[in-house]
């Protein structure tokens, strides 16, 4: 698994991934989740991590399984233990 350091960048990509692919720019999210600017610009930015319930929330507006945004050695894991 990440270190923690390594996570909250993985993270992020997947967000990024998922929004691109569902043509979602960041404003848009950002308003989606009813999050200030500087909220989702520290997130986003590595600088504070996203909490599990921001995860879910995030999950949500983009249709999507918070698991779907975690990094894929996270991912594989969970599949494992099922």
């Not at 960048?9 to 967000?15: E, F, G, L, N």
């Not at 504070?48 to 779907?68: G, H, K, N």
Request: net charge positive.
């Amino acid at each position: 698994m990440k270190n923690k350091q390594a996570v909250q960048p993985a993270v992020v990509r997947k967000i990024e991934n998922h929004m691109a692919a569902k043509g979602i720019k960041r404003a848009e999210l950002k308003e989606a989740l009813g999050w200030s600017y500087e909220r989702f610009r520290k997130r986003m930015e590595c600088k504070i991590p996203f909490d599990v319930d921001e995860l879910w929330i995030i999950a949500s507006a983009l249709r999507t399984s918070p698991l779907d945004l975690m990094p894929d050695d996270v991912a594989e894991t969970h599949a494992h233990a099922a």
